[in-house]
């Protein structure tokens, strides 16, 4: 089971912006790992969002940033679009476990 | 142009083991910082991470999969190769291997478009 937790899904309209949370612990975010995001399109591998908590990849669009606080991290998305509609992860590394870990994974939808 | 792509069989049976070979080009595996690392995703569930090799050839597994694990590197092929043992039909999973670059920290920069592995009998 992920240690990261996710909400299972966030909606909002278009051009709206959303936040995706990804709660961690002193073991893994709490402890001062990175966090990456990760947006997966439906029936496609995983692609490279956001790294190293706020950064973003060459062609990612500057719509999307990260945050991080304590033991959480976000995900925001302003003005969403209609090619947004996909699923998102959130990815540390736990010290405890000694894994790296993914969040649970949300789901955005238009409403 | 960095590209992984995944092999292996898409049909496995329960107690058997399952070898999947990640193929790459663009990039070698034995530039200092490069890892190569397998996770999978259960169908509609999360991903899940399940082993790395890096460029010196140290090799890391998930706790909970280490038992069942075993990655390697042919450097000279640009290859990765995972297997694990005694399949499940629990196991029955996309697999997906990733590269790490080192340039985004831990981050799995590229990503193979993954093969589907279905546990039956």
């Known amino acids: 089971q992920s240690v990261l937790t996710q909400p299972p899904s966030v909606s909002g309209a278009p051009g709206q912006r959303v936040t995706i949370s990804c709660t961690g612990s002193s073991s893994n975010i709490g402890a001062g790992y990175d966090v990456h995001w990760y947006q997966q399109l439906p029936g496609t591998a995983p692609k490279l969002l956001v790294y190293?908590?706020?950064n973003r990849p060459s062609g990612v669009p500057d719509r999307f940033s990260g945050s991080k606080s304590g033991t959480s991290a976000s995900l925001a998305i302003t003005g969403l679009q209609a090619e947004d509609e996909a699923d998102y992860y959130c990815?540390?590394?736990?010290?405890?476990?000694?894994?790296?870990?993914f969040g649970t994974g949300t789901m955005v939808t238009f409403l | 142009q960095v590209t992984l792509k995944e092999f292996g069989p898409a049909l496995v049976k329960p107690a058997q083991s399952l070898t999947l070979t990640c193929s790459f080009s663009?990039?070698?595996?034995?530039?200092?910082?490069?890892?190569v690392s397998w996770i999978r995703q259960p169908p509609g569930k999360a991903l899940e991470w399940l082993a790395l090799i890096d460029w010196d050839d140290d090799k890391f597994y998930s706790t909970s999969l280490k038992t069942r694990l075993t990655i390697s590197k042919d450097t000279s092929k640009d290859q990765v190769v995972l297997t694990m043992t005694n399949m499940d039909p629990v196991d029955t999973a996309t697999y997906y291997c990733a590269l790490v670059t080192g340039a985004t920290g831990t981050a799995f920069d590229y990503w193979g478009q993954g093969t589907l592995v279905t546990v039956s009998s």
């Open positions: 990815q540390s590394y736990d010290s405890r476990l000694t894994d790296y870990v």
């Open positions: 190293g908590n706020t």
């Open positions: 663009g990039f070698s595996l034995s530039t200092t910082g490069m890892s």
